[in-house]
Nanobody
Framework: VQLVESGGGLVQPGGSLRLSCVAS????????VTWLRQAPGKDRKLVAI???????NYVDSVKGRFTISRDNTKNTVYLQMNSLKPEDTAVYYC???????WGQGTQVTVSS
């Protein structure tokens, strides 16, 4: 079983990135998946969540800028991040509910 995040990097304020979380070894179409992030010196916090039926929810600070989606045929959950701000800088993780599975994280740095 493996969860692998990718798509992070360095981007200027106002830019965009798309993160991917790919699962292998199990089928996660039945599970709720969450993206969380952890900034330096801070706790890990929820960013966005998508249920098995596609219902989504977001933390207020990213509403209107981030979009979570899933492609169950590819065992993948995405996080499209637009209008990025320096305060979005963090390591981003995906988590599959009811399984306890975490990815290793992908670094997002927003800086000019």
């Amino acid at each position: 079983v493996q969860l692998v995040e990718s798509g992070g990097g360095l981007v200027q304020p106002g830019g965009s990135l798309r993160l991917s979380c790919v699962a292998s070894g199990f089928t996660f179409s039945s599970y709720t998946v969450t993206w969380l992030r952890q900034a330096p010196g801070k706790d890990r916090k929820l960013v966005a969540i998508i249920t098995s039926t596609g219902t989504t929810n977001y933390v207020d600070s990213v509403k209107g800028r981030f979009t979570i989606s899933r492609d169950n045929t590819k065992n993948t959950v995405y996080l499209q991040m637009n209008s990025l701000k320096p305060e979005d800088t963090a390591v981003y993780y995906c988590y599959v509910h009811e399984t306890g599975y975490w990815g290793q994280g992908t670094q997002v740095t927003v800086s000019s």
